[in-house]
Structure formats: structure tokens, C-alpha cells
């Protein structure tokens, strides 16, 4: 499976855009490029997925490189509920029955 | 639509005892998969299911063993409990073709059951 790769932690202040970016070097054409949340104490949540164009949704916007290998997270106005655990995770719906690896995340702090 | 639902929440089981995790999602999704998840770490695959019938392993498979003889159903048996399967345990579906808007093709997580092995 392919890996990515995150940064251990990040802050932000409150009402402030967050980029969260995401490395993947080694993606494959037929990967598609999902980002999760985890709240303490909850399963993690789908945020958003993009093939190759940038994607929007009411959560984030997901920008993604031209050569691919690399994405970023935009929360638009951080909020204190926005502090997560956020995974950019691979998934190939073609191969490998959908599944991915999980590294550890980024983790999210919001200050306010 | 419930989701995915994972029961029970919390267990406590003594060393050598087992038991199963169910999990259950109203979905119609045909991939299932068993996570677990330990402190401070990210998520491990154990084991996942494209269909009915159909189960394969993941990364860590060892002492776990799983059936999935309804699309809605995909439990988790764990045999002769150990100290190291104390972890939180999450069940996710997912459709297996990417839609092209929405969450079609995302993970949809249960809850999750947190298991402590004594």
C-alpha cells in the first residue's frame, strides 16, 4: 500500500485558515486521496476525497498537487471544534478491496 | 440509516477468555473492515471483507478470527484474550466504487469498542 506522510502536530488560532499538508509520493494513478478527523473519543469521521482536481465541501476544501504526490487540507475558519486528529489516507477502489494505511496523523491544536 | 453500529462499548475480559465485537451497518456497503487502534497510534488493519462470504487479512491478524455471512454483518472474534489486544476496536464500511460526489466512496467508522484484556 502506498504511504503518506504528515506532520506529528500543528497549531492554529481560532478563526484563522489551517493548511494541513500531506505527502504521497509513491501514489498510483488509481488512488484516490481521503482525509479524516478523529475527535477524542470517537471513530474517525470522512472529511473529504479528491482524485485530481481540487474539491470543495461545507467542511474543507482539498487542494491537490499537479504531479499528485502531494495534498493540503484547508479548513477555511478554524474553530475550537476543529481540534482533531486528521489522517490523509490512500485508498484504491480497483485494487486491494479499498483498504489503506492509517499512519498516525496530524494532530490539531486550536487556539483561541 | 444507524451507521455503523459496534457493540459492546467497553469490555473488560480476563486473559484467555474470548469474545466477539459485532458490527453492523444498514448501508448496503459491500467492503467492511476491523481497525484497532492503540494509545497515541493511528489505525491498524486486522481484517476486511469485500462481500458476503468473502474475507481476507490485514496487517495484524494474529488472535483474531472474523465471518461476514450477510452484507450487514462483519463480527470480530477474538480467542484466548492477551494483554497486547487491549485496545480500542473500530468496524468501517465503505461502497467499492468511487462515487464521484459526496462521501460515497469514504470510510463510514463505528463508534467503536474499547477492550481491556486483565
Known amino acids: 500500500d502506498a504511504k503518506t506522510t504528515q506532520p506529528n502536530s500543528m497549531e492554529s488560532n481560532e478563526e484563522e485558515p489551517v493548511h494541513l499538508p500531506c505527502n504521497h509520493s509513491?501514489?498510483?494513478?488509481?488512488?484516490?486521496i481521503h482525509w479524516y478527523r478523529q475527535l477524542p473519543s470517537q471513530g474517525p469521521e470522512y472529511v473529504i476525497h479528491g482524485l485530481t482536481s481540487n474539491v470543495n465541501n461545507r467542511m474543507a476544501s482539498l487542494a491537490i498537487a499537479e504531479d499528485r504526490k502531494s495534498s493540503t487540507l484547508i479548513l477555511h475558519r478554524a474553530t475550537l471544534r476543529d481540534a482533531a486528529v486528521y489522517y490523509c489516507?490512500?485508498?484504491?477502489?480497483?485494487?486491494?478491496?479499498?483498504?489503506?494505511?492509517f499512519g498516525d496523523g496530524t494532530t490539531l491544536t486550536v487556539k483561541p | 440509516n444507524a451507521g455503523v453500529t459496534q457493540t459492546p462499548k467497553f469490555r473488560i475480559l480476563k486473559i484467555g477468555q474470548s469474545m466477539t465485537l459485532q458490527c453492523t451497518q444498514d448501508m448496503n456497503h459491500n467492503y467492511m473492515y476491523w481497525y484497532r487502534q492503540d494509545p497515541g497510534m493511528g489505525l491498524k488493519l486486522i481484517y476486511y471483507s469485500v462481500g458476503a462470504g468473502i474475507t481476507d487479512k490485514g496487517e495484524v491478524p494474529n488472535g483474531y478470527n472474523v465471518s461476514r455471512s450477510t452484507t450487514e454483518d462483519f463480527p470480530l472474534r477474538l480467542e484466548l484474550a492477551a494483554p497486547s489486544q487491549t485496545s480500542v476496536y473500530f468496524c468501517?464500511?465503505?461502497?467499492?466504487?468511487?462515487?464521484?460526489?459526496?462521501?460515497?466512496?469514504?470510510?463510514?467508522f463505528g463508534s467503536g469498542t474499547r477492550l481491556t484484556v486483565v
Open positions: 468501517a464500511s465503505s461502497y467499492s466504487v468511487p462515487h464521484t460526489r459526496g462521501r460515497g466512496y469514504g470510510y463510514t
Open positions: 509513491t501514489i498510483s494513478g488509481t488512488d484516490y
Open positions: 489516507i490512500l485508498r484504491d477502489p480497483y485494487t486491494n478491496a479499498g483498504k489503506s494505511t
